[in-house]
């Protein structure tokens, strides 16, 4: 029997507004959460998985259930959030021997995980740009000589994934806490590399972490540009006539898409929405269940959440708009700076560089504006709030 260990406990403040009403592993990506993403990948390859659940553990519990497809489902909550070495040793008295682990915050392929399952003790890694952003792997040949957590000189150009291949025998390893007052799963890996073989297998198809929640727009590009279809179109809905689709199209049940649309590139429609007429959605973008994109709506590469609603005369790009919310005519987000400079947005109290040269807003759930709203790039609304007519936002709303 092998079973997955995924790690969704965490408060996950560094995506806020977002996560301030419901854990990151339930957030969505192409329509569907992060969590299920990882579920469907797990399908066929492990037999049981266990989530380690903590802030706001009943709504991944309500969602996911004890079975998902065929997989058995139960949930371990780590009441006091001390690393992720905790976390594991937490479910260490129903682990029966082999076991996956995964972060709930990253979205895995079904490849890439079935590759890491072939030896007895992997991780996956990933080259990346900028190592000291993260942990990173000391490889010979594929052999894990030693992790390093954000080298500030060059150690390594392969990033730790924080997906794991371990048994049973990993617990007799004593972790002490880190520098930062935690319990660290890389601290076991150090430990098990000087007695075992550990293989690390590199990424060949994606690994798309969500560590800020800008990060989603880029993990929705990615998957919504690998929609595959015969006809190039699954279209489950209505289509007036007088609708151009230039791309590829994936649409719900329930949907009526009106005269006048035109939609370009690879877009995700879900069931029950209102799209049109006279709309412009382009760009890899999603549109999730009991959406309406009414009159003179543009929507560019952008995540429009379940229940939305943008009705007309406005502009969403490079943005992600949240569940419930009514957005004004004339709500328009501006997403390029006059510099052409990367979009810098405020974490924590910090300005954080985005990656970004082109990134609107992060609009949280169940948030009104009113007309005429302009938004600034990069900058969020946290939930329930609103604007005021003509009101321009040029820093965070915050509660």
């Known amino acids: 029997m092998i079973q997955a260990i995924i790690m969704a406990a965490g408060k996950s403040t560094r995506t806020w507004p977002l996560t ?9 990506v192409m329509n569907k959460e992060i969590i299920k993403h990882n579920l469907d990948a797990l399908q066929g390859l492990v037999d049981e998985v266990i989530v380690i659940v ?15 497809g065929k997989l058995k489902i139960r949930y371990a909550e780590q009441k006091r959030q001390l690393g992720t070495g905790h976390a594991l040793k937490s479910v ?6 082999k076991f996956i682990v995964m972060g709930g915050d990253d979205i895995f392929s079904k490849r890439d995980i079935k590759a890491c399952l072939k030896h007895k003790y992997a991780v996956l890694g990933c080259k990346v740009e900028d190592p000291s952003r993260f942990g990173v792997f000391t490889i010979n040949g594929k052999e894990v000589k030693k992790i390093t957590e954000k080298p500030k000189n060059f150690v390594s150009d392969i990033a730790n994934t924080g997906l794991y291949v371990f048994d049973k025998s990993v617990f007799s ?13 890389v601290d076991y890996i150090n430990a098990l590399v000087k007695k075992e073989k550990v293989v690390c297998e590199k990424v060949k198809e994606h690994w798309l972490s969500v560590g800020y929640p800008w990060d989603l727009i880029e993990a929705n590009n990615v998957l919504v540009s690998k929609i595959k279809s015969d006809t190039m179109r699954d279209i489950r809905g209505k289509v007036e006539k007088n609708v151009t689709i230039n791309g590829k199209l994936k649409v719900g049940k ?12 690879n877009v995700v429609i879900g069931e029950n929405c209102l799209i049109g007429p006279n709309c412009f959605l382009r760009g890899n973008t999603s549109v999730g269940d009991g959406c309406h994109i009414g009159q003179a709506v543009e929507i560019k590469n952008s995540i429009i959440m379940d229940n939305a609603k943008v009705p007309h005369l406005s502009y969403i790009g490079d943005s992600v708009i949240g569940k419930n919310s009514n957005l004004g005519a004339g709500t328009i987000t501006a997403n390029l700076k006059h510099d052409n400079k990367n979009v810098r947005s405020v974490v924590k109290g910090k300005q954080i560089d985005t990656g970004r040269r ?5 609009i949280a759930d169940d948030v009104h504006t009113g007309i005429n709203t302009t938004i600034y790039p990069g900058r969020k609304i946290w939930p329930g709030l609103g604007t005021l007519p003509g009101e321009a936002v040029a820093k965070d709303k915050m509660a």
């Not at 301030?20 to 969505?28: A, E, G, H, M, R």
């Not at 260490?92 to 021997?97: A, D, F, L, P």
């Not at 390893?173 to 799963?185: A, D």
């Not at 329930?254 to 590139?265: A, M």
Request: hydrophobic fraction near 30%.
């Open 20 to 28: 301030l009403t419901i854990p990151k592993p339930l957030l969505k």
């Open 54 to 68: 903590g802030y706001k553990k009943e709504l991944i519990i309500d969602e996911i259930g004890n079975k998902y």
């Open 92 to 97: 260490e008295q129903i682990i029966e021997n």
């Open 173 to 185: 390893f004593k972790l002490k806490k880190s520098q930062r007052g935690e319990y660290e799963i």
């Open 254 to 265: 329930g949907t009526e898409i009106l005269s006048g649309t035109y939609i370009k590139g």
């Open 358 to 362: 082109k990134f609107g807003t992060i």
